[in-house]
């Protein structure tokens, strides 16, 4: 089969690779309708994790089942379905609580939790960006899409990740209607944010950014766009809140936070938040940071430490979550907002490409190219 290969920093190739297939009676097998091209895959595109060489990307999965194993009951092959980002097993401690983010089966490392496809620190999983996946678990990892599957295919393929992501920043962050919101980074997990805020009720929605694609987007939903390459985006939260802060904060950017001219700050993101969210407000971190970061600024950014301003943030009383998003928590809740028409993640994509153009397409996103917002890579397009 085709699939995207990483070859090293700022390498990816379309190749033939061997066939994903059926290796555990509880297996399920997917023909890849959809797979989009993740904010996280550019950290490990641009040389900044361990990813080998050889692998494949993709963790936002979309397609048609074309096999089970003898052990699955419930999918069947013909369905549309979704796959978590996370792998998991539903049966270990951590899953059992609910938090398949930490799945204890699916990660072979001892010291670690949780697993993905085609991810670093995520255990050996191959990822969707190929015409066939193997979903370990089927019947617990595969979420079934009804009649509308392929007319909104651009919507479901959104509750793989960043959807659910977007939202379990609100909810860490503890939104409730009436509530002020600040989004730190309008890429699309934040954009997802600013949606689920704005369907939980928020009075005002802010999203900081300084692409004006990534604001415009924002401002379709009706969120006040901030750009922070013009203005200081903490004055201006500030200023929007009568001095106070706003109620909730989320951070959607990661550890290559950056200022406009482009120097990295990894604590810059975090600290912006303290400052802008009010005394007792919540905070919920979803953008990725990591253990060891070998390519990181400094030698703090290289042993993952952040210079995070702690003091402020505990004399404040903030409350702050930070993670992976436990994907299974909300994909079934907002796929039936997506199937009752009221959210249409969709509106963030701006490409609908081939596999074969995956290469280029990776080099568009990765430079933050005007009008790149979100790529849906489609295996079964004709290239
Ligand atoms: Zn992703
Ligand atoms: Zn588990």
Redesign the pocket.
């Known amino acids: 089969m085709k699939a995207l290969v990483y070859e090293g920093a700022r390498k990816v190739s379309v190749q033939d690779v061997p066939d994903a297939r059926i290796e555990r009676p509880t297996d399920v097998l997917v023909r890849i309708t959809a797979t989009n091209i993740c904010g996280s895959d550019l950290h490990m595109y641009e040389g900044r994790t361990d990813f080998e060489t050889g692998r494949v990307f993709g963790h936002e999965n979309l397609g048609e089942v074309v096999e089970v194993g003898d052990g699955v009951d419930k999918v069947q092959v013909g369905e549309r379905v979704v796959l978590p980002f996370n792998i998991?097993?539903?049966?270990?401690k951590?899953?059992e609580r609910g938090l398949?983010n930490y799945?204890?089966?699916?990660q072979p490392e001892p010291q670690m939790a949780g697993a993905a496809y085609g991810f670093a620190y995520m255990g050996p999983w191959q990822g969707g960006q190929a015409e066939m996946l193997r979903v370990p678990y089927g019947d617990h990892n595969c979420l079934r899409l009804g009649e509308d599957a392929a007319e909104k295919e651009n919507d479901y393929v959104m509750l793989a990740d960043i959807f659910p992501t977007g939202y379990h920043a609100t909810e860490m962050a503890g939104v409730v209607p009436g509530d002020s919101v600040v989004v730190y980074g309008g890429g699309p997990v934040g954009l997802m944010a600013a949606l689920s805020a704005t369907i939980k009720g928020a009075a005002k929605v802010m999203v900081v950014d300084r692409h004006p694609d990534r604001l415009r987007l924002a401002e379709e939903i009706g969120a006040i766009a901030i750009d922070d390459s013009k203005t200081d985006p903490v004055q201006f939260v500030l200023d929007q809140t009568m001095g106070l802060g706003a109620d909730r904060g989320c951070e959607c950017v990661g550890f290559q936070a950056h200022d406009p001219q482009g120097t990295e700050h990894p604590e810059m993101t975090l600290n912006n938040l303290v400052k802008s969210v009010r005394f007792t407000g919540g905070i919920g971190s979803v953008g990725v940071y990591v253990p060891q970061d070998p390519g990181g600024p400094d030698e703090m950014a290289q042993q993952g430490a952040v210079a995070f301003d702690y003091g402020l943030h505990w004399f404040k009383g903030q409350t702050m979550g930070s993670g992976q998003c436990p994907v299974k928590k909300y994909n079934r809740r907002l796929r039936d907002l997506v199937a009752a028409g009221k959210a249409t993640p969709s509106w963030i994509v701006s490409h609908e490409l081939p596999l074969a153009q995956a290469p280029e397409a990776y080099e568009h996103f990765d430079n933050r190219d005007d009008g790149w917002t979100k790529v849906v890579l489609k295996p079964a397009m004709a290239g």
């Not at 998991?88 to 270990?92: L, Y």
């Not at 799945?103 to 699916?106: K, S």
């Open positions: 998991s097993c539903g049966f270990c951590n899953c398949t799945c204890l089966t699916t």
